[in-house]
């Protein structure tokens, strides 16, 4: 009786396109909200993030190993001085973000794929300065464990709390019941200071059978982080296998269940696990079937566009459209696509001019959202 109602549940699931919420659903192509997309630079490969520098440069990363500055229209030459990076699959050069101090530290962050051998590897953190087009003094303070030669399911997206502890997420690196292993660090969302030192009450501190550097587990593929601008919850989405994309907000020592509960199937369409929650798991507060693929997020905290007040924006690759998110609490009331079928849309920002800065890949583009008067 219980596979059966699985099976029906799935059925409507997938027949329909419903998701954790019974929510209004629009579509809009091209301009939306009198919100146009104005093209800032083009050429971009697999352009990945995007960290806004005090002095209006942006730094973005590309996926295949360059980080590029943006500055007065124009594209850097790709910086020098960033640490070997494992360019396989998914992995490369992924996130790069500001120390909240950078003011007076100069430190950037980078989340990157790591190998020694060109064989096997795992997803790293490191840190360094920009002196012209050259980042010094750089160092690896992190690398997650253990390392393996599959090439997908790095994660990874970094924030930073009040603290200045650095939250940062891995894959299951495509072996999905290491996500359940507190002895590896795939399938898991990390918390470490800032020089990669581990912060003293980390839930694991001290448990033989754990890593300390883990904050939670059970995750698939987190690709989309941010912060809430009102409750300072961390808020995560990562990709579901076949259907089952899902939206987290992120607690210490909390089971996120995968791969034994899933709203999503394998590929091949066969039943990968017959629960979508159990006993001790924490339930994602909003999931989507079909999968969209999300990747970067943003909370809107701008009075740059009306009636979007902490409205969540998520980028949508296989799905080619940005998704905003309206909640009440942690519950989603209403779902809007923008800008649909344009292109593979991999990261999204709120600048400190009040902008949305997006990322395209398929054409690699940096993309400003303004309100038409």
């Not at 953190?125 to 303070?141: A, P, T, W």
Request: aromatic share 10%; charged share 20%; net charge negative.
């Amino acid at each position: 009786m219980k596979s059966l109602a699985l099976l029906l549940n799935l059925f409507l699931l997938f027949s329909f396109g419903c998701s954790a919420s019974d929510v209004d659903e629009t579509h809009n192509k091209g301009q939306t909200h009198n919100i146009k997309m104005e093209i800032l630079a083009e050429g971009l490969v697999n352009p990945w993030s995007i960290a806004f520098l005090p002095d209006g440069r942006m730094l973005i990363t590309e996926r295949p190993g360059n980080l590029r500055v943006f500055a007065d229209g124009q594209l850097s030459d790709p910086v020098q001085g960033l640490p070997p990076i494992w360019v396989n699959g998914q992995g490369g050069l992924l996130e790069v973000a500001l120390h909240p101090d950078y003011d007076q530290n100069g430190l950037i962050y980078l989340a990157y794929a790591s190998s020694d051998d060109g064989e096997s590897g795992n997803t790293a953190i490191g840190r360094g300065r920009l002196q012209g087009n050259k980042l010094v003094d750089f160092e690896q303070i992190f690398r997650g464990n253990p390392l393996t030669g599959t090439n997908y399911h790095f994660g990874s997206r970094i924030v930073f709390d009040d603290q200045n502890r650095l939250y940062f997420p891995i894959g299951d690196r495509g072996e999905m019941h290491n996500a359940q292993k507190l002895s590896n660090h795939n399938g898991k969302l990390m918390r470490i200071h800032d020089d990669g030192s581990v912060p003293a009450d980390n839930p694991y501190v001290g448990q033989s059978d754990a890593l300390p550097e883990i904050y939670n587990f059970g995750h698939r593929n987190i690709q989309g982080m941010a912060i809430h601008p009102e409750t300072k919850q961390i808020w995560t989405h990562e990709h579901g296998p076949k259907g089952g994309d899902e939206i987290n907000i992120e607690q210490p020592a909390a089971n996120y269940g995968w791969p034994i509960v899933s709203f999503g199937i394998n590929y091949d369409g066969s039943i990968l696990t017959p629960d979508t929650t159990l006993p001790g798991i924490t339930n994602p507060i909003h999931y989507w079937v079909p999968s969209i693929a999300p990747c970067g997020m943003c909370f809107v905290s701008s009075d740059k566009y009306p009636n979007w007040h902490n409205n969540l924006l998520v980028t949508s690759l296989a799905g080619q459209h940005i998704q905003r998110l309206v909640f009440e609490g942690d519950k989603v009331v209403e779902i809007e696509k923008l800008f649909q079928d344009y292109s593979r849309f991999r990261d999204i920002r709120q600048g400190p001019d009040g902008f949305l800065y997006v990322l395209t890949e398929g054409p690699g583009r940096l993309i400003k959202l303004v309100v038409q008067e």
